[in-house]
């Protein structure tokens, strides 16, 4: 496994993982099953792999913030975040992305010193705690006798063995946070209160705002190598572009206001509520090019179609396409354990496959093809990025830029330049990582179809 490095205009080293990016308060990293990690070992080294486990449990310390660029100005909606959420977290405007705003978090190490009881989360619950949220009444999975108003430390359930309503849970567990308690056992286990915030947090691992619900028609909550895909796809006004893999809708509405609104974005997803999602996002950003349409993206190609403007799509039909496909998503953060087992994580390039090889079809000559996932293995990346270029002569891999990532991983079918024209971003938990390192696990590659 090789990793290049970008030319010299870059600062790639400050993106490369070693052994002292790891934070000393991260004391659980993620797990995974043997054999999973025997796969991804043939991505990265034991000692990369080390690394990246203890950064997935917490989400990166920098929120990053799309704005509604077509009907807001960066600065104002910094400002109006600003206004919201006070002057203890730092707003500013990405140095090379002009959309996106970055909201500067703080790591911390905590103590349960004080606290008079532990309270069990679920993971799900703990995720929310890690990325800003108070704890509600349906996430208590334990809890002792305690009155309401005790300062308690909160811990996830890394077993996932706690049952509800335990008083003394002796599993394996992280602690996460401190906070004051709301709800007592009674009014959770007895009473069975279903809404309502059950512990305020006041100490937590991450500081960071919860932003939630926060000028939704302004900003859009979106990861930073997220926000950079739609820039590399490089939307033009009038274009018609197909996402293949819509929902929620941050890309499918960041690509309508790269493009000012006028073309056409065809947005599809086959979970009818997730289509639902979708709509609502492209009505908050009030955005009109986009068409929503229920459907399996393996089933978006027919030979006998020439429609334009709905599923089944033709030959040669989009200018531009985007797939990020289901995958592994091993990249995610906050990512407390992993229970994927390599039998399901072993089908997904095959599965990535069908949506790319129709794509390729869907594709006008001289149009631009962006597949990116956010997992780590190479099965799932670069080895489809070699796949496509020995399928499809007439596919050719070209720099994904705005480059914010570090290069790619040398494998069977790709060139030192070829690495070079891909990003990756590694999870990295480093105290003094910039926004673009501190990161999700990403990969993009971008190509553009030729007449052969």
């Known amino acids: 496994m090789i990793i290049q490095k970008r030319p010299a205009d870059m600062d790639t080293d400050s993106c490369l993982l070693t052994k002292d990016t790891i934070s000393s308060e991260v004391s659980q990293p993620c797990t995974f099953h043997p054999l999973v990690l025997d796969y991804l070992n043939t991505t990265f080294s034991s000692e990369q792999l080390s690394e990246i486990s203890c950064s997935l449990p917490f989400p990166p310390?920098?929120?990053?913030?799309?704005?509604?660029?077509?009907?807001?100005k960066t600065a104002d909606v910094?400002?109006?975040l600003k206004a919201l959420i006070g002057s203890q977290f730092n707003v500013t405007e990405h140095p090379k992305l002009g959309d996106l705003i970055v909201v500067s978090g703080r790591r911390r190490e905590l103590s349960d010193e004080g606290c008079l009881g532990r309270v069990v989360v679920d993971q799900k619950c703990g995720k929310a705690v890690l990325r800003g949220a108070d704890i509600f009444a349906p996430g208590i999975k334990g809890l002792p006798h305690?009155?309401?108003?005790?300062?308690?430390s909160v811990h996830v359930d890394l077993a996932q063995k706690c049952k509800k309503g335990e008083k003394n849970y002796d599993g394996s567990t992280v602690?996460?946070?401190n906070g004051v308690l709301k709800l007592t056992r009674f009014d959770i286990f007895k009473n069975m209160v279903k809404s309502g915030v059950g512990v305020e947090i006041t100490e937590r691992r991450i500081e960071l705002p919860s932003l939630n619900g926060i000028l939704e028609e302004q900003m859009f909550l979106q990861n930073l190598p997220s926000i950079v895909t739609s820039h590399v796809l490089d939307p033009q006004p009038g274009d018609h572009i197909l996402d293949m893999c819509s929902a929620p809708g941050g890309k499918t509405t960041h690509i309508a206001q790269l493009m000012g609104d006028k073309g056409t974005v065809v947005a599809l997803e086959k979970v009818q509520t997730k289509v639902e999602k979708l709509k609502s996002n492209v009505a908050k950003q009030n955005l009109n090019c986009i068409s929503v349409?229920?459907?399996?993206?393996t089933l978006a190609f027919s030979e006998e179609s020439d429609s334009l403007l709905k599923p089944p799509f033709g030959r040669e039909v989009f200018d531009r396409i985007l797939l990020d496909p289901p995958c592994s998503a091993m990249g995610q953060r906050p990512q407390l354990t992993n229970n994927l087992q390599l039998k399901e994580i072993s089908t997904y390039p095959s599965y990535q496959w069908c949506f790319v090889a129709d794509a390729v079809k869907m594709l006008r000559?001289?149009?631009?093809?962006v597949y990116s996932t956010c997992t780590l293995p190479k099965q799932e990346n670069e080895m489809m990025v070699a796949r496509i270029l020995r399928s499809f002569p007439e596919m050719r891999l070209v720099a994904a830029e705005p480059l914010l990532g570090q290069p790619g991983i040398l494998?069977?079918?790709l060139s030192n330049d070829d690495v070079l024209k891909v990003q990756r971003f590694l999870p990295n938990s480093d105290l003094d990582s910039s926004v673009d390192v501190d990161t999700i696990g990403f990969f993009i590659a971008k190509f553009v179809k030729d007449k052969v």
């Open 411 to 413: 494998v069977e079918g």
């Open 293 to 297: 349409f229920k459907c399996d993206a």
């Open 365 to 369: 000559y001289g149009g631009t093809f």
């Open 146 to 152: 305690l009155q309401a108003g005790s300062k308690v």
């Open 61 to 72: 310390k920098n929120t990053t913030i799309r704005v509604n660029s077509l009907h807001y």
């Open 78 to 80: 910094i400002s109006n």
């Open 175 to 177: 602690h996460i946070a």
